[in-house]
């Protein structure tokens, strides 16, 4: 039968002879969902055709965001930063997709974890973010940890408070009590962008968990650690499940970034748990991995385990439930991409791209003629046991060395970091055989994929996705669009795979000797 095709004004094609095809059409041509992934770097926005799953990325700004360090270990940044760029990220992706803001059915978000903000009465902000690598906390949280006890922590919070959330904000309260007495609210950086979206002030079990705030044996605020910290639990925003309705977009706020009053805000997760999700990360034995400003190798397990020395990290993951536990075991290295872009800054200048570093590497043998570089510039280290080793570089010699091995080094130096991680997470039990990593980060080298690889011997695969794109998938699972996790992570596609070569034994001498001058170095700044 002949089908004759109509423009309606919404902009949507009604079949005169077919109606029920309509609404077909509106449910899956025409319906759209979007992510934010809120880095250090830079935000994220994705918008992913629900039908098809193609996605569209931008980011903003193109350069990385300024981290502020007024202080040695200090790290903040300006939510309002965040946001800046957030609508900019908006406004550049809806005008180059030319998608109907009101075609948009969910919105989910992913954000850098562990970052303290903190607001008034009137939702304003009171100071700088005290983001993820900033370091002084850190005897704040260890002297909690010894006064509660190590036993009951690690059975309770699966972490050490260390220099997570919760102790940034005693920190607070110790050094800035003026501020401190007109805090409102205490958030982590999605919570923020949440609130300045739907007017909300909504957190999750999963960001109270980066907080060292969530209790696994209670299920609920630990006020084990507000208590010995003299944190009121009022504090802390309400708590919504990670796949909820947490809010609509405000008339005034879509106005301003160019979406529609009343789209849902339906999924929010930290970055890590999210970039899981995106990786379809999901089950027991499975392992996520990326290589951003900061470097995370991610299992999930079915039950609560720790680490005794508590250099790993235990938090809930985004189908985590009281009947069904799903933690994700997080080894962070703070310092990685970041100090590939201190190399490109300083060493090789602007000027020279990424993939031209890459290539002047790859003239240089495996184990950078014995040059040493050790990435541990930006902040404590969790695996070191939270200290402040620094960055360097060892067995430079000038007669030898060029800047084609100071490249080399460095990419080793990140991936060593990693392997000697993951030798932590193969103690615990985790089983390490395939690694997957979105294919817009460090694992795009091929030197650092491939030393990875060959050093532990596991398969690395590389995916097309983002965190922002897992972001807006999950969204859609909240908003009862995917029927399930499984349905809306399917038909990833693999864009490259790093197999292991178990006959080539070239790396291992000088990863050990990269580890040894490492555990001389830790011994030393005790």
């Known amino acids: 039968a002949q089908v004759i095709v109509l423009q309606n004004d919404d902009g949507y094609s009604t079949f005169s002879r077919f109606t029920p095809w309509l609404s077909i059409l509106?449910?899956?041509?025409?319906?759209?969902?979007?992510?934010?992934?809120?880095?250090?770097?830079?935000?994220?926005?994705?918008?992913v055709e629900v039908d098809s799953g193609k996605s569209w990325v931008v980011q903003s700004p193109a350069a990385e965001m300024e981290i502020i360090a007024a202080k040695p270990t200090w790290a903040e940044q300006h939510p309002e930063t965040w946001w800046d760029n957030l609508v900019i990220a908006t406004r550049q992706l809806l005008a180059a997709t030319e998608v109907n803001p009101a075609d948009i059915r969910g919105i989910g978000i992913s954000y850098q974890m562990h970052g303290l903000v903190l607001v008034d009465k009137n939702f304003r902000v009171l100071r700088p973010s005290i983001i993820w690598c900033d370091g002084r906390a850190v005897d704040i949280g260890n002297q909690a940890f010894d006064a509660i006890g190590r036993d009951k922590c690690l059975a309770h919070l699966l972490n050490s408070p260390g220099n997570f959330t919760a102790a940034r904000l005693r920190w607070v309260k110790e050094n800035e009590p003026g501020i401190?007495?007109?805090?409102?609210?205490?958030?982590?950086?999605?919570?923020?962008?949440?609130?300045?979206?739907?007017?909300?002030?909504?957190?999750?079990?999963?960001g109270l968990s980066q907080a060292t705030l969530w209790d696994f044996k209670k299920n609920k605020a630990a006020d084990l650690l507000l208590d010995h910290f003299g944190l009121p639990e009022s504090l802390l925003p309400a708590i919504a499940p990670t796949f909820s309705l947490q809010g609509v977009l405000q008339t005034k706020v879509a106005t301003e970034i160019g979406l529609a009053a009343?789209?849902?805000?339906?999924?929010?997760?930290?970055?890590?748990?999210?970039?899981?999700?995106?990786?379809?990360?999901?089950?027991?034995?499975?392992?996520?991995?990326?290589?951003?400003t900061s470097g995370v190798v991610y299992g999930v397990v079915n039950q609560p385990i720790y680490d005794p020395s508590s250099r790993v990290n235990g938090f809930v993951h985004v189908?985590?439930?009281?009947?069904?536990?799903?933690?994700?075991?997080?080894?962070?290295i703070n310092g990685t991409g970041i100090q590939h872009a201190w190399m490109r800054k300083n060493v090789a200048g602007k000027q020279v791209s990424y993939a031209e570093m890459e290539q002047a590497a790859g003239t240089v043998p495996v184990g950078s003629d014995g040059l040493r570089v050790f990435p541990f510039g930006n902040g404590p280290e969790r695996m070191l046991n939270n200290r402040t080793i620094g960055a360097s570089v060892e067995q430079l010699h000038f007669n030898r060395h060029t800047q084609s091995h100071l490249y080399r080094a460095a990419l080793e130096g990140i991936a060593?970091?990693?392997?000697?991680?993951?030798?932590?997470?193969?103690?615990?039990?985790?089983?390490?055989?395939?690694?997957?990593?979105?294919?817009?980060?460090?694992?795009?080298?091929?030197?650092?994929?491939?030393?990875?690889a060959n050093t532990l011997g596991v398969q690395i695969e590389l995916l097309e996705t983002t965190g922002a794109t897992g972001a807006a998938k999950a969204a859609g699972v909240a908003t009862g669009i995917y029927s399930s996790l499984s349905e809306a992570m399917q038909g990833g596609k693999t864009v490259k795979v790093f197999e292991p070569d178990d006959s080539d034994e070239s790396l291992r001498p000088y990863y050990l000797a990269w580890e040894a001058d490492l555990k001389k170095k830790i011994e030393q700044s005790k």
């Not at 409102?184 to 909504?202: F, Q, S, W």
């Not at 980060?441 to 491939?450: A, E, K, R, V, Y």
């Open 262 to 292: 009343g789209t849902p805000v339906a999924y929010r997760a930290g970055d890590q748990p999210n970039n899981a999700l995106s990786l379809n990360v999901l089950e027991p034995g499975e392992i996520a991995a990326t290589g951003g």
């Open 26 to 47: 509106k449910e899956r041509y025409f319906m759209f969902l979007l992510g934010y992934d809120i880095g250090s770097s830079s935000i994220k926005a994705s918008l």
């Open 180 to 206: 401190f007495e007109k805090v409102y609210k205490m958030m982590l950086p999605g919570d923020y962008i949440a609130m300045r979206l739907t007017g909300e002030l909504v957190t999750t079990p999963g």
């Open 416 to 452: 060593f970091s990693f392997v000697y991680g993951v030798n932590i997470l193969r103690e615990m039990g985790l089983q390490v055989q395939v690694m997957r990593a979105g294919n817009d980060n460090l694992f795009q080298s091929g030197i650092f994929s491939t030393t990875i």
């Open 319 to 332: 189908n985590h439930s009281a009947e069904k536990p799903s933690i994700g075991i997080l080894l962070c």
